[in-house]
């Protein structure tokens, strides 16, 4: 019972965690103008600045290697879009040690060309996993509500792993609830009443209505 327990526990905790990052997001978008002001009044401590942030990484950070220059040049507009830009990225996606700061740099950005080349992969393989983290990854810099959920939506309707459909699935709440929409009453109107998938929409309301009453506790 205890590994059992112990699960429980993580998912929680990552539920909590996600609820903090949303409130963070929400405070932050607010009052873009002052985010230490922003994050204070919504009762988180400001802890200084003696680590390096992520934007000063970014700053510094260069390719490492040919294709990251090689995709460096097509954030640029330098390359055209073509297969020979997504391969490369998705490579640097599986890459032993990804050169995670210079990739970031143009996710923050929001760079088009970045954007584009996420969404012609997508066209080619709706499900990819690691693309549609990246357009949910992106959206965090973009806010376009209404894209993001109608990739989103589509990647649901054409996942058929399960288990992965579960997890994109509390995913997409967490990421848009934010933003006042509510992905998981959205899908209920898409999934028929009796479907593996409807049942597991209807767990992740359970599951979401009980971790709102945790955390009021």
């Not at 220059?69 to 879009?81: D, M, N, P, T, W």
């Not at 297969?83 to 995670?100: C, D, Q, R, T, Y």
């Not at 992106?138 to 376009?144: G, H, Q, V």
Request: glycine share 4%; with cysteine.
């Amino acid at each position: 019972m205890t590994g059992k327990k112990d699960t429980f526990s993580e998912e929680f905790a990552c539920l909590r965690d996600e609820m903090i990052r949303d409130k963070a997001r929400k405070a932050v978008a607010e009052n873009a103008g002052n985010v230490r002001e922003a994050l204070e009044e919504s009762g988180f401590t400001w802890l200084g600045d003696e680590n390096p942030s992520e934007e000063d990484e970014e700053k510094a950070a260069v390719p490492e290697n040919v294709r990251q220059r090689f995709l460096v040049s097509y954030f640029e507009g330098k390359a055209q879009l073509s297969g020979n830009v997504i391969s490369p990225f998705l490579s640097e996606h599986k890459a032993e040690v990804p050169n995670f700061p210079l990739i970031r740099r143009y996710f923050r950005a929001a760079n088009q060309p970045l954007k584009k080349l996420i969404l012609s992969g997508r066209e080619n393989d709706p499900t990819n996993l690691d693309l549609l983290a990246d357009l949910i990854f992106f959206y965090e810099f973009e806010r376009k509500l209404q894209e993001l959920i109608t990739h989103l939506t589509k990647a649901c309707r054409l996942k058929d792993d399960l288990p992965r459909f579960f997890d994109k699935e509390r995913e997409f709440y967490h990421r848009t609830r934010a933003d006042g929409y509510n992905a998981l009453a959205a899908l209920l109107e898409i999934f028929d009443e009796d479907s593996d998938k409807r049942k597991i929409v209807d767990f992740l309301i359970s599951e979401a209505a009980n971790s709102e009453e945790e955390m009021e506790f």
